[in-house]
């Protein structure tokens, strides 16, 4: 079992194969970033494989593959096998834009993958195209289509966007109750590489727009997700709200992050990483454990989202870098 500073059980790795992305999202990455890490700097997924082990065999049980856009690494299926392969029972999960799904959604499944969260901002086309910055609606809802098809567990993220999207909150859930799956609103965060004249909006706007349709009832915390459930009894439907800006959902993390180039990250908040990249190039199995070991000894009480942007400051963190 792996446990933090604080006493809490760590079980969960999310972990970026690239920072590349096939979408320009105005909250992300509205602009393609002056360089890309180099590729020589990447892992490959036996060394990034080499560490999940180590975190697997210390109590790890959920995997989480994000991005930037994790379906544009090539291969990403074998990897998935790989770890599938490791240990069969894991929560092997996956958050894409869903962009890819219609000719990859059988072979991820085929390799073991058993969730995905798919971002789906808007049912507009030309919303659509405004927020990504490309024509991208139609493969998106084929990619969900696909995915349901194929029996893999599909949830939907949401960042409303006051004057772009806020309209269709209602449109999101009912899509997705439609379908019978998970809509999840992200309140947006702000950062320093998103486009600054996005307004977010907070979990009260949100939640009030669906009260101006459905009545809803608080169920709580999602386990240790920061996730927030709300019940609507008239549609017999579960959504979620994740404000991260909050800290309430600290006390239960369970989760570290580990880069395409290594760094492993104890809290998204915080710049501090340390990189298991040497370790596991040279083959260091008990290297890369020591690494673990120090961040999470060193892993943050809790973030200070709140407190920071009270004073001003912005995250400097991008999202397609850690994978949100
Ligand atoms: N490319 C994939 C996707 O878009 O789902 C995976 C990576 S993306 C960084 C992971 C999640 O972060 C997505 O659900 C996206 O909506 C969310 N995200 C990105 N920037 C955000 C921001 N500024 N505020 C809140 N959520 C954000
Ligand atoms: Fe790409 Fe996902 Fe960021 Fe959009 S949110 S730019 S799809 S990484």
């Not at 999960?93 to 890819?100: E, F, K, P, R």
């Not at 999470?296 to 009270?310: A, F, V, Y």
């Not at 004073?311 to 949100?324: K, L, P």
Request: with cysteine.
């Amino acid at each position: 079992m792996l446990i933090d500073g604080h006493g809490r059980e760590v079980n969960y790795l999310r972990v970026s194969v690239t920072e590349r992305c096939n979408f320009r999202c105005q909250y992300c990455m509205p602009e393609k970033p002056f360089s890309w890490v180099p590729k020589e700097n990447l892992l490959s997924f036996e060394e990034l494989f080499l560490f999940m082990k180590v975190a697997i065999d210390s109590g790890v049980n959920k995997i989480r593959l994000t991005g930037g856009e994790p379906l544009l690494r090539e291969n990403l299926d074998t990897f998935i096998k790989m770890i599938h392969d490791y240990k069969p029972d894991i929560d092997l999960a996956l958050t894409s834009n869903g962009y890819l799904l219609p000719k990859s959604a059988q072979k991820l499944k085929d390799a073991g993958l058993k969730r995905l969260n798919i971002s789906l901002d808007t049912l507009k086309p030309a919303v659509a195209a405004q927020i990504a910055q490309k024509n991208v609606l139609g493969k998106v809802l084929e990619g969900i289509e696909k995915a349901l098809d194929v029996g893999l567990g599909v949830k939907i993220n949401m960042v409303p966007l006051k004057g772009v999207n806020d309209g269709e909150i209602v449109d999101i859930l009912e899509y997705c109750y439609d379908r019978g799956i998970k809509v999840r609103f992200i309140e947006y965060m702000e950062n320093s590489y998103a486009n600054s004249d996005l307004q977010g909006m907070h979990g009260k706007e949100i939640l009030a727009k669906v009260k101006e349709r459905y009545e809803i009832k608080t169920v709580g915390r999602e386990g240790a997700s920061p996730s927030f459930n709300y019940y609507i009894e008239e549609l017999d439907y579960e959504f979620g709200l994740i404000d991260p800006h909050k800290h309430d959902f600290c006390d239960n993390c369970n989760r570290i992050r580990l880069t395409a180039e290594g760094h492993l990250i104890p809290c998204l908040y915080f710049d501090e990483a340390l990189s298991i990249a040497e370790s596991v190039r040279e083959g260091d199995v008990e290297a890369a454990a020591k690494v673990l070991a120090t961040v999470l000894k060193e892993k943050p009480k809790e973030n200070r989202w709140s407190t920071s942007l009270e004073d001003g400051d912005t995250s400097g963190r991008a999202f397609y870098q850690t994978g949100g």
